[in-house]
């Protein structure tokens, strides 16, 4: 006999699941992805419990799947974020995102005097991750810039 307290979220057809998410990260994942912006049905969970993260949020897209920059830009937030791609309601492929060894054209630069905020020059980081944690050196002013306070270019 099922519970009436519990609640259910319907399986997707076709779309992608992030899970695996930092609980504080979900809505800047939301937001660098634009899916604040877009028309397909989308279902998220925060303060889920995680033995990994200890409380993690998950993201259900309909009828999306996400390209390489996209795929960059969740490892940037979410490093350890897992998407599983759905087909006719099954789990067709599981990928774990990768830290890229270096960014091009999908962070800010910080610092204000940077050549990349005065000029219209594409940004390009190289990525470090230690401990967990996302640091972006600058190409160009060598300023590192802190997990806390990248700022992700949103198209």
């Not at 800047?28 to 877009?38: E, F, R, S």
């Not at 054209?105 to 204000?112: D, E, F, I, T």
């Amino acid at each position: 006999m099922k519970n009436e307290h519990t609640l259910q979220v319907n399986a997707i057809e076709n779309g992608t699941v992030i899970d695996h998410i930092p609980a504080q990260q979900l809505f800047k994942v939301i937001k660098i992805l634009g899916l604040d912006k877009i028309e397909n049905q989308i279902t998220f969970g925060t303060n889920l419990s995680s033995d990994k993260l200890g409380k993690k949020a998950i993201i259900k897209i309909t009828g999306k799947q996400f390209e390489e920059t996209e795929t960059n830009k969740i490892a940037l937030i979410a490093p350890n974020a897992k998407l599983n791609i759905i087909n006719d309601y099954i789990v067709t492929e599981k990928r774990v995102v990768k830290v890229p060894a270096q960014v091009v054209g999908l962070a800010k630069c910080v610092n204000p005097k940077c050549i990349t905020n005065n000029e219209e020059i594409t940004t390009k980081f190289t990525v470090f991750q230690t401990n967990g944690s996302i640091s972006l050196k600058c190409h160009y002013c060598e300023k590192i810039t802190d997990q806390d306070h990248l700022k992700i270019i949103v198209d």
